[in-house]
């Protein structure tokens, strides 16, 4: 019969990974059925978590998201955590094939003294505080120092950054209430973004640079020392790094324009970027809970380009701060000790997104490639999964005429153990919820940080 031709597939995470592996997969297949499954009772992941509240235009790929949510072959399952309540093991029992698409959910850490002091926080968990993610909603962090000091310099530590200095009216989009009061009496004045490396290794793009630049009362703080002299080097680098690089320039070592100096001496608030400072040490406050500041090792570059290593040079300088954000990286996580992973490089193991030894297993996005890039490139390289199951189905790799159960199995597993699925109806109702008391507030949405709360409201 049809129903034992049509392949039964399940994604788990429903991020931009899980939504652009389904699409793909209900786009080209025109029998497949698609379940994503997600652990937290909302969708989109890192597009709702992540992505800053001062770029609403990114999370417009909600709506395609939504598009295909709605497709009557695909059906979304939040409140479901795998490898917790359902095994993927489970999984590979109800469907033809499974796709891994669950991201990155922990952080790298420093791994020196002083990182648990208590002014020091992951970028992850502040973003996830200012996004109202349910695990950071009660993070409190402490901005009543004048100077933070965030250990990085990617998009993330700019996203951070930005936040902290930004005027309020920019932020007030979905970020949650609490946080954009907590941000209105910050103390927070001034940003120092650290990198080991140098301008030419710096890891966030051009466009978050100029945002940054261009940010209302604020001016940068760069030092021309770290860029005399680059303009030589970079006539042979690629082509995005060199103008991200000549931004730079321009801003250390050109004289502003008119309205832009004018700007720069009113600003009350600056950021700047220190290079080649490795962090040894967070020091602590008198009271020992407290970070007073951090402690730094000098570094010089060996080797050149995206390679280049810091090394030491002995010198070691202190900055003072009691803020201190850790923003070097997220890190995927193992899912169950059955799946294959590769804990060096936090990713799992696979080629064009089919699992290394475990055939009908599949991955993409963050935990197949690591935790970088964009949305587009996370789309990319899910399509590129699909595209890996769609050719497993039409080489029969995939046997279909093992019929399987799909959701039906997966539903009794969950009903034994107590778990009650959101649907995307529900979330549709927990999302109409939200828009309602943003509009009390002013703001497109208010998002509801408290699980239980959400599940409450679709009477769970
Ligand atoms: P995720 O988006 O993290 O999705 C993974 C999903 O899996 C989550 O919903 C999670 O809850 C779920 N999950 C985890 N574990 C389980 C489990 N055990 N069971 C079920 N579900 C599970 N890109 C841009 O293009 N523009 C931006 O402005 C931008 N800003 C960003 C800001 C930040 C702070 C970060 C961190 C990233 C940003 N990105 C941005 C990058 C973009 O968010 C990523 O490329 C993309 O989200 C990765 O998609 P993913 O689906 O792999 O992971």
């Given amino acids: ?218 001016r940068p703080l760069l030092d021309p020392a770290d860029f005399t002299g680059l303009g030589d080097v970079i006539k042979d680098v690629p082509r995005p790094r060199k103008r991200l690089t000549e931004l730079m320039i321009k801003s250390a070592l050109e004289k502003p324009g008119e309205k832009e100096a004018a700007r720069w001496a009113s600003a009350t608030k600056e950021w700047g970027l220190k290079f080649q400072r490795s962090p040894l040490e967070v020091l602590p406050a008198a009271d020992g809970k407290q970070a007073r500041g951090i402690r730094m090792a000098v570094t010089r570059l060996e080797g050149s380009g995206e390679s280049a290593r810091a090394v030491p040079t002995g010198e070691v300088e202190e900055l003072e701060c009691r803020l201190i954000l850790s923003s070097i990286g997220y890190r995927s996580l193992p899912l169950d000790s059955s799946i294959p992973f590769d804990p060096k490089l936090g990713i799992i193991p696979n080629s064009l997104g089919r699992v290394q030894g475990a055939p009908g297993l599949y991955c993409s996005g963050w935990v197949k490639r690591g935790p970088t890039g964009v949305i587009i490139t996370t789309m990319n390289d899910s399509f590129d999964t699909a595209q890996s199951v769609l050719e497993d189905l039409q080489m029969g790799v995939l046997n279909l005429s093992n019929s399987k159960e799909g959701f039906k199995s997966v539903r009794s597993i969950l009903h034994s153990r107590g778990v009650h699925p959101v649907t995307f109806s529900d979330w549709e109702k927990i999302d109409a919820a939200e828009v309602a008391r943003g509009k009390l507030a002013g703001k497109p949405r208010e998002k509801i940080v408290d699980p239980q709360e959400m599940l409450q409201l679709i009477s769970h």
Avoid at 90 to 114: C, F, K, M, T, W
Wanted: charged letters at 20%.
């Fill in 1 to 218: 019969s049809t129903a034992a031709l049509a392949p039964q597939i399940c994604v788990v995470g429903s991020g931009p990974a899980g939504f652009y592996t389904a699409q793909h997969l209900l786009k080209h297949h025109r029998l497949a059925r698609v379940d994503i499954y997600e652990k937290l009772p909302v969708p989109f992941g890192l597009v709702r978590f992540g992505v800053a509240p001062d770029h609403p235009e990114v999370k417009n790929v909600i709506n395609t998201f939504t598009q295909t949510a709605h497709s009557d072959r695909c059906a979304y399952y939040g409140n479901v955590t795998i490898g917790k309540d359902v095994m993927v093991k489970e999984l590979q029992r109800a469907y033809h094939a499974v796709v891994l698409s669950y991201g990155a959910e922990d952080n790298q850490i420093l791994g020196i003294p002083g990182e648990n002091l208590s002014t020091v926080y992951s970028a992850r968990a502040f973003v996830g505080w200012y996004n109202g993610l349910p695990e950071n909603r009660d993070l409190k962090p402490d901005l009543s120092s004048e100077t933070a000091v965030v250990l990085g310099q990617g998009n993330v530590a700019l996203d951070v950054a930005r936040v902290l200095l930004s005027p309020l009216d920019i932020l007030r989009t979905d970020i949650t209430e609490g946080s954009l009061a907590a941000i209105a009496c910050s103390k927070v004045k001034r940003v120092w973004l650290v990198g080991r490396r140098g301008p030419l290794q710096v890891a966030f793009t051009i466009k978050e640079l100029r945002e940054m630049i261009n940010l209302p009362g604020t």
